[in-house]
């Protein structure tokens, strides 16, 4: 049995996603920053029979997320399959001109310097089992820019240039690094975006090992 890291595992993708890897067979490593919500999920997970525990850390906190991540792989076991899909914060998402350089830095700590930090924190797992994937969350805003949303737009873009140079550098020690595009909002029973539909586009990524970026639905203009 290997460990699935959720990075910014909440209610609802989050859960989703956990109880589909939790099904398949991984245990569930949960990481947000409330410890008494990831707890919660935890043993709501459990009771269905997937074995879960909750670490609290902060991404924009490098050494907190780091000693998460550490005490999670001490816990359940290496770690072979890391998700990074932390939900943004409101205050990310300023008008572009109402956008100052200190206004970036949260986003960027966020989406940037957090995906770093778990990405080197879990590598050295999924080389020593000889085999690992990373997958990336990400709203529309990550392929076509919103100005209505500069923080975001900008250090999402951040975030996928990294996951996209990851992806190949990744490739030929097995450890697959793929992004999933979410255009919309996540919601319960639509036909693409549903939770548990979005949750299995990502159980089938880490299964079929093909290509970089993956849509759920259809972004406007793409495709
Ligand atoms: N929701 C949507 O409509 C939508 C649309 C498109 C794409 N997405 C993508 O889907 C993913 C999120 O899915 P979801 O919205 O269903 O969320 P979720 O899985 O229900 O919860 C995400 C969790 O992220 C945690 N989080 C927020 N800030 C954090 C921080 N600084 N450090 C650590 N954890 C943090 C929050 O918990 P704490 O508050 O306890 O930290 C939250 O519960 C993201 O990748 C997002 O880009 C969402």
């Given at each position: 049995?290997?460990?699935?890291?959720?990075v910014g595992?909440?209610?609802?993708?989050?859960?989703?996603?956990?109880?589909?890897?939790?099904?398949?067979?991984?245990?569930?490593?949960?990481?947000?920053?409330?410890?008494?919500?990831?707890?919660?999920?935890?043993?709501?997970?459990?009771?269905?029979?997937?074995?879960?525990?909750?670490?609290?850390?902060?991404v924009?906190?490098?050494?907190?997320?780091?000693?998460?991540?550490?005490?999670?792989?001490?816990?359940?076991?290496?770690?072979?399959?890391l998700q990074y899909s932390p939900?943004?914060?409101?205050?990310?998402?300023?008008?572009?001109?109402?956008?100052?350089?200190?206004?970036?830095?949260?986003?960027?700590?966020?989406?940037?310097?957090g995906a770093?930090?778990a990405v080197?924190?879990?590598?050295?797992?999924?080389?020593?089992?000889?085999?690992?994937?990373i997958l990336f969350v990400?709203?529309?805003?990550?392929?076509?820019?919103?100005?209505?949303?500069?923080?975001?737009?900008?250090?999402?873009?951040?975030e996928?240039?990294?996951?996209?140079?990851?992806?190949?550098?990744?490739?030929?020690?097995?450890?697959?690094?793929?992004?999933?595009?979410?255009?919309?909002?996540?919601?319960?029973?639509?036909?693409?975006?549903?939770?548990?539909?979005?949750?299995?586009?990502?159980?089938?990524?880490?299964?079929?090992?093909?290509?970089?970026?993956?849509?759920?639905?259809?972004?406007?203009?793409?495709?």
């Amino acid at each position: 049995m290997t460990t699935m890291v959720i990075v910014g595992a909440g209610q609802g993708l989050g859960a989703a996603v956990a109880r589909q890897f939790g099904r398949d067979g991984f245990d569930l490593a949960l990481v947000a920053r409330d410890q008494d919500r990831v707890d919660t999920l935890a043993a709501a997970l459990d009771k269905d029979g997937v074995t879960a525990q909750g670490f609290a850390a902060d991404v924009r906190d490098p050494a907190g997320l780091e000693a998460a991540l550490d005490a999670a792989a001490a816990a359940l076991g290496p770690i072979e399959v890391l998700q990074y899909s932390p939900a943004p914060h409101a205050d990310f998402m300023k008008p572009l001109l109402e956008t100052s350089p200190a206004d970036f830095t949260g986003p960027l700590e966020f989406s940037l310097y957090g995906a770093v930090t778990a990405v080197l924190a879990v590598l050295p797992d999924m080389r020593f089992l000889g085999r690992g994937t990373i997958l990336f969350v990400n709203g529309g805003s990550a392929v076509r820019p919103l100005p209505a949303r500069a923080g975001t737009s900008v250090a999402y873009a951040a975030e996928s240039a990294y996951a996209r140079m990851l992806h190949e550098t990744l490739a030929t020690e097995d450890i697959h690094v793929a992004q999933l595009i979410i255009p919309g909002v996540i919601t319960p029973g639509h036909p693409s975006n549903d939770p548990a539909t979005l949750a299995a586009a990502l159980w089938a990524m880490h299964q079929d090992r093909t290509g970089f970026r993956h849509f759920a639905g259809v972004l406007e203009g793409e495709g």
